[in-house]
Nanobody
Framework: QALLVESGGGLVQPGGSLRLSCAAS????????MGWFRQAPGKERVFVGGISWSGDSTYYADSVKGRFTISRDNAKNTVYLQMNSLKPEDTAVYYC????????????????WGQGTQVTVSA
């Protein structure tokens, strides 16, 4: 069973940046496509972006395209979500997840999940 742990969340002003990390233990992430999801209060968990096992392919929701960047370092068993130009509507709990296929937007296709990290964008 893989353990995924997100970190890097916090409070940031609109227009600011944060970098989230997702570190894995118990299983190597290099065999998995990775996804980032977010869930705002009272709303469904939605796909933010994903990255293939090699890092060669990335996928983004339209709402974050051009502002967020996903990367991975398989040697460190870690995936990152760089978030720039943050908006209040980006406020949510952010989750990373591992699945066999990268870029899948449905959360049901992912096998392992982290516990989430809160991102709050507010002045």
């Amino acid at each position: 069973q893989a353990l995924l742990v997100e970190s890097g969340g916090g409070l940031v002003q609109p227009g600011g940046s944060l970098r989230l990390s997702c570190a894995a233990s118990g299983r190597t992430l290099s065999a998995y496509g990775m996804g980032w999801f977010r869930q705002a209060p009272g709303k469904e968990r939605v796909f933010v972006g994903g990255i293939s096992w090699s890092g060669d392919s990335t996928y983004y929701a339209d709402s974050v395209k051009g502002r967020f960047t996903i990367s991975r370092d398989n040697a460190k068993n870690t995936v990152y979500l760089q978030m720039n130009s943050l908006k209040p509507e980006d406020t949510a709990v952010y989750y990373c997840a591992a699945g066999l296929v990268a870029g899948v937007t449905s959360p049901y296709n992912y096998d392992f999940w982290g516990q989430g990290t809160q991102v709050t964008v507010s002045a």
